[in-house]
């Protein structure tokens, strides 16, 4: 290759590089600090990727899903549905052994030592807040995605089903155990019910058992089911076929979204009912709790050393 040719490549990766670059620089001057996520952008497919790494384990803590909700926010602020915005598709992923344990349970048992309702009712609003600009695709700006590789629980999978799409890979399972300790996820009702149905949803809700990405599926909760290690591709793919009727598919889901009713008084309603379900948790109910905060972290643990071991192997 001659010296000029080499030249132009090099100048073309960096106009790439450059390119992908900006909508993420864009939304951090807009957002600020976003903690406990990552961004990657492909201009390609005007692909936004918001990657949770929430902090000390994987659960929706407070610091997470308010950065979720400042990239939302700073999306619509800064490009709307103009013409020209730079943001199509905005997907979501996970990384390591576990997609999420659900809530924050260790904040949860913060607010409920101190007497913290307050704590406890921002918490609530902000998820729904998250919830609910997935669902309409940050008012029409978007198409929302989510692909789950691993386990999901309870809390942590409205956010993702919220999303216009959701799908699994093989090896993902799915569990709602809410139920088994007086418990339930803040926003799975008015998501659930508006995939699976309102006895199915219900029947998910009330046996707090596992489900696999295919039975998932098989009610209507999971979208796709894909190879292991093939969910990323899947939302390039889709995205990818998905340009040119960007606007339909928009204007398609936001007619089923009225059609479904006020997702947004759904959610705020839900949040109401378990804030005040919360607070009139008892000592015993509270233990159970904690226990299953520590039996979280020892599950955590085992995975992690599982992974390690088999990284060394």
Sequence with gaps: MSDSMSLIGRN???????????????????????????????????????????????VFTLPCVESVLKVQTAIGELWGTAVDRPVLFLAYRAVGPIFSLGGDLDF?????????????????????????????GINGAVLSLTTVHARAMGGGIDPARACNVM?????????????????????????????????????????????????????????????????????????????????????????????????GADLARSSASWVAHMATLKPLEISKLQRIAAAQERMLGRLLRRDAAGALS
């Design 108 to 136: 949860y048992l913060d607010c409920l030592s101190k007497g913290d309702r307050d704590g406890l009712a921002r918490y609530a609003a902000t998820a729904a807040e998250v919830i609910k600009l997935n669902r309409n």
């Design 167 to 263: 799908i699994a890979e093989e090896a993902a399972t799915f569990c709602y155990p809410e139920i088994n300790y007086n418990h339930f996820p803040i926003s799975a009702v008015p998501i659930l019910s508006r995939h699976a149905g309102f006895i199915e949803a219900e029947k998910i809700l009330l046996t707090g058992r596992d489900f696999t990405a295919q039975e998932f599926h098989d009610r209507g909760v999971v979208d796709a089911v894909v190879p292991k290690g093939t969910g990323e591709d899947w939302i390039r793919r889709y995205a990818e076929a998905s340009m040119t009727t960007h606007s339909a598919r928009t204007a398609l889901i936001a007619a089923f979204n009225r059609q479904a009713g006020d997702i």
């Design 12 to 58: 073309a990766n960096v106009q790439r590089s450059s390119d992908d670059l900006r909508p993420i620089e864009a939304i951090k001057r807009q957002a600020g600090t976003l903690p406990q996520i990552s961004l990657d952008y492909e201009s390609a497919q005007k692909l936004l990727w918001i990657t949770l790494r929430p902090e000390p384990k994987p």
